[in-house]
């Protein structure tokens, strides 16, 4: 049995591809013209599937300038060649050609009722994480999913450890355990470390809890464990003061990070009130160093809060990234590590957060711990 080819489409395909259109489903179909744009759109990659010669299936990619979120707009397997993987073979076509345009996640929206194309999803890792109510033509909703999609350089097998945060509040102490695992190999985090670190480091307050950590209370607690950081922060602080509602806890957070910062001083941490650049840090990496890095958390974790990441590589193209916001079972162990490379590109609008256009970077090269 022949398996599917996938290459792109062409105009010689439109009448196949409004065939399979019909074939495929009853509401909802791409229009002879709306492929002819498709196909001359810079924004769009139309894939066929080809099996005997046939296209047997197709699937639209959409992109659009500035977002590093592609879409899956449709995708379609002829209904006479069940059981040949087409479905598959094209889904993971469209998840190479996102990554090849430098999109680390894929989106899609799939009708509630279509349970084979569900199955698939689920199967080839993507998320549930909203719908869409009445959405097709005949009412129906749209479930919406969405993948992560991880390049897999050969880095990646040798990736430093990594360890989860274990509350919303803590990517931060997570990111400092990954740090000192990186600078010694021997290391092994006693129970409860996280959340001494957490103490150590934290400023922030925020509404409905505890609340994370500050670029200065950062750097002060790797130092004290031993770590030789370097900070790269945009603008002199404080920071987050967004985060508290109350005239009291910005007071408070204030003062607390001036404390910091003057003991990164009398530590002697270097303290650079620029960003680090790209070519830096991307220099620093490829000698070994690495970093720890205040990302926006609606581009990582949907939430509009800083968030800390642990970059600890690059290879070709991509930067090599530990985020300690791992998905949890029930008892709170991470179901996977959340490892992945990402375009340079997207790392770049990662690493703004707020609208003071904050940047912050730790980072460290190894040595021996005092």
Not at 82 to 96: S, V
Not at 208 to 213: D, I, N
Request: hydrophobic share 45%.
């Amino acid at each position: 049995m022949e398996s599917a080819t996938v290459r792109p489409a062409a105009a010689a395909d439109i009448e196949a591809l409004i065939a399979l259109e019909h074939a495929a489903f009853s509401t909802d179909r791409i229009s002879p013209r709306s492929f002819r744009r498709f196909l001359a759109s810079p924004n769009a990659a139309l894939l066929v599937a080809e099996v005997d010669g046939r296209v047997a299936g197709y699937a639209l990619l959409l992109f659009h300038a500035g977002h590093a979120i592609a879409r899956l707009y449709s995708i379609a397997a002829s209904p006479g060649l069940a059981g040949r993987r087409i479905g598959a073979t094209l889904l993971d076509a469209a998840e190479e050609a996102a990554v090849a345009r430098g999109c680390p996640r894929l989106r899609l929206e799939v009708h509630e009722r279509n349970a084979a194309a569900i199955a698939l999803y689920r199967k080839s890792g993507y998320r549930e994480f909203g719908r869409h109510p009445h959405y097709y033509e005949d009412r129906g909703h749209a479930l919406r999913f969405e993948k992560r999609l991880q390049p897999r350089p050969a880095a990646l097998r040798d990736a430093p450890p990594y360890f989860h945060q274990t509350s919303e509040f803590t990517c931060g102490p997570a990111c400092i355990m990954m740090a000192l695992a990186w600078a010694d190999p021997s290391f092994r985090p006693s129970p409860g470390l996280e959340f001494r670190l957490w103490r150590e480091a934290t400023t922030i307050f925020t509404t409905s809890g505890p609340g994370g950590c500050d670029p200065y209370g950062m750097a002060v607690t790797l130092k004290r464990h031993g770590l030789a950081p370097e900070l790269h922060v945009s603008h002199a602080g404080p920071y987050f003061l967004d985060s508290a509602r109350s005239a009291d806890k910005r007071r408070i957070m204030g003062m607390a990070q001036g404390e910091f910062r003057r003991q990164a001083e009398e530590l002697k941490i270097p303290i650079h009130l620029a960003p680090l650049a790209e070519s830096a840090l991307i220099g620093e990496l490829q000698k070994g160093g690495a970093a720890i890095v205040l990302v926006s958390g609606f581009r990582m974790i949907r939430r509009r809060v800083p968030h800390w990441v642990f970059v600890f590589g690059r290879e070709g193209r991509y930067v090599l990234v530990h985020d300690p916001a791992a998905l949890r079972d029930e008892e709170g162990n991470a179901l996977a590590a959340e490892t992945y490379a990402v375009p340079p590109s997207e790392f770049d609008r990662m690493t703004r957060y707020g609208r003071d256009d904050l940047r912050a970077a730790i980072l460290m090269r190894k040595g021996p711990l005092s």
